[in-house]
Antibody, heavy 114, light 112 residues
């Protein structure tokens, strides 16, 4: 069974970088697509980007040059880095498999605050 | 970016009723490969979103047949026949045809 698990700090200071890890079991990240999505306080959801089976990436332009998604195939993990965070980046962050987001992690709540 | 407009914002229901949620796109969601990448998710309280329907009308593994997705082009509907307690939560439509992928604002299915 495919399982995804996010991990990372729950509190980040403004202007710093947010770094999260998604650990995948039951399926190799060298197949399929692997994405990051976030849910803001309230209901708004935003697709942030993905890394493909080949390592190519696609990002939401709204995040401009702040976002980077990378991977470590030896550990079957992929990563999110979001630079220069502000309080508007406070959200629950999810990782998910595939372009149609068929399997999700449980999510990690990240608060940006000084 | 493609804007997905979901209506209603909230749908009060009685258990056993049918519920219907609309998702309208600002442009056609037919991909150049002929597929339409319009998906539906349910997020139950305290849980991650779960995929219900992919490519407009295909039920994901384990999804009951009371969930029916339909539509084409830029107009889509999710129908839930005979609403059960475990169906309550927030429903989202999502398009993966046009980059960047986008979500609807959500529809809360709640008890009357």
């Amino acid at each position: 069974e495919v399982q995804l698990q996010e991990s990372g700090p729950g509190l980040v200071k403004p202007s710093q970088s947010l770094s999260l890890t998604c650990s995948v079991t039951g399926y190799s990240i060298t197949s399929n697509y692997w994405g990051w999505i976030r849910k803001f306080p309230g209901n708004k959801m935003e697709w942030m980007g993905y890394i493909s089976y080949s390592g190519s990436t696609s990002y939401n332009p709204s995040l401009k040059s702040r976002i980077s998604i990378t991977r470590d195939t030896s550990k079957n993990q992929f990563f999110l880095q979001l630079n220069s965070v502000t309080t508007e980046d406070t959200a629950t962050y999810y990782c998910a498999r595939s372009y149609n987001l068929d399997y999700w992690g449980q999510g990690v709540m990240v608060t940006v605050s000084s | 970016d493609v804007v997905l407009t979901q209506t209603p914002v909230a749908q009060p229901v009685t258990l056993g009723d049918q519920a219907s949620i609309s998702c309208r796109s600002s442009q056609s969601l037919v991909h150049s490969n002929g597929n339409t990448y319009l998906e539906w998710y349910l997020q139950k309280p305290g849980q991650s979103p779960q995929l219900l329907i992919y490519k407009v009308s295909n039920r994901f593994s384990g999804v009951p047949d009371r969930f029916i997705g339909s539509g084409s082009g830029s107009d889509f509907t999710l129908k839930i026949s005979r609403v059960e307690p475990e169906d309550l939560g927030v429903y989202y439509c999502f398009q993966a045809t046009h980059d960047p992928y986008t979500f609807g604002a959500g529809t809360k299915l709640e008890l009357k």
